[in-house]
């Protein structure tokens, strides 16, 4: 009976521990989110140095971008490795791309691979996109057209902007995939409008093309345009060249749609 009691009596105490930590890490958050860094950083070291992997990945991001602690890329690989080898996948990708980009560490694609396909595994969307960069370029990785477009598509239906513009380049090239402009053309779409400037000016060659969508010029000058608006050089050599094809009126047309157009966030827009 005694034995019993001191179970329960444990199990108690490990609930209001954990109570506590995730009311602790929560408070932390809560001041992360309003940029008030200090706060966030007394709540979550005394969590992460007791092992919290959340805590260690968010110090770990604290420390990648200078947040209320001197930059210290070391250090935030240090944290992201504490939580990666805990399982939590925003970390696992996070580690995957400092060994990528050789941030607070060599560059190791062969690590940067194995850390990218754990956190892609868990269905991380980021780490998905790109576990497929590495693949089809065949970095840590040997090339494989058909991985890249499956792990494309995983992170694309996700939401994420840069992967659905890379899978829909597989498809209008034909690689890892049955060339279809049809479906080249969508997932620039759902890329560019989401604002990402890459597939705002692919979709604009699609609509002057008529590559997988009828053609429509008017179209294809106002998402150029809102390319152009974020500096992207394909899209500055691309409006002369479909503004030629139009009338003023046309132009003005065109330039007022994308004066009217706002985004549709579903995922990361680098």
Do not use: C
């Not at 209320?68 to 504490?82: I, K, S, W």
């Not at 002369?240 to 549709?264: D, F, S, V, Y």
Request: hydrophobic share 40%; glycine share 8%.
């Amino acid at each position: 009976m005694r034995k019993i009691r001191t179970i329960i009596l444990l199990l108690v105490m490990l609930f209001l521990y954990a109570t506590a930590a995730s009311a602790d890490f929560q408070t932390g958050m809560d001041a992360y989110e309003k940029g008030d860094f200090a706060t966030a950083l007394q709540e979550w070291r005394p969590l992460a140095e007791k092992g919290d992997p959340k805590a260690q990945y968010y110090l770990g991001q604290m420390y990648a971008h200078g947040r209320g602690v001197p930059q210290d890329l070391r250090e935030a690989m240090e944290r992201y490795r504490a939580a990666a080898k805990q399982g939590l996948a925003e970390a696992q990708s996070d580690l995957g791309h400092m060994y990528d980009a050789g941030q607070g560490v060599p560059q190791d694609p062969k690590q940067a691979f194995n850390w990218y396909l754990m956190a892609a595994r868990q269905g991380n969307a980021i780490a998905q996109a790109n576990l497929g960069v590495m693949y089809y370029q065949g970095r840590g990785v040997k090339k494989n057209d058909k991985e890249a477009a499956k792990w494309y598509r995983l992170a694309a239906e996700q939401g994420d902007a840069e992967a659905q513009v890379n899978l829909g380049t597989m498809y209008h090239k034909g690689e890892g995939v049955s060339k279809d402009d049809k479906q080249a053309a969508n997932w620039y779409r759902k890329a560019a409008e989401q604002g990402l400037a890459r597939g705002q000016v692919r979709l604009a060659a699609a609509y002057g093309d008529g590559a997988g969508i009828p053609q429509d010029n008017v179209q294809a000058y106002m998402w150029a345009t809102l390319a152009v608006a974020q500096n992207d050089q394909n899209a500055k050599e691309l409006l002369p060249l479909i503004a030629e094809r139009l009338t003023p009126e046309q132009i003005a047309e065109a330039e007022n749609l994308a004066k009217e157009w706002t985004p549709k966030k579903q995922g990361r827009i680098p």
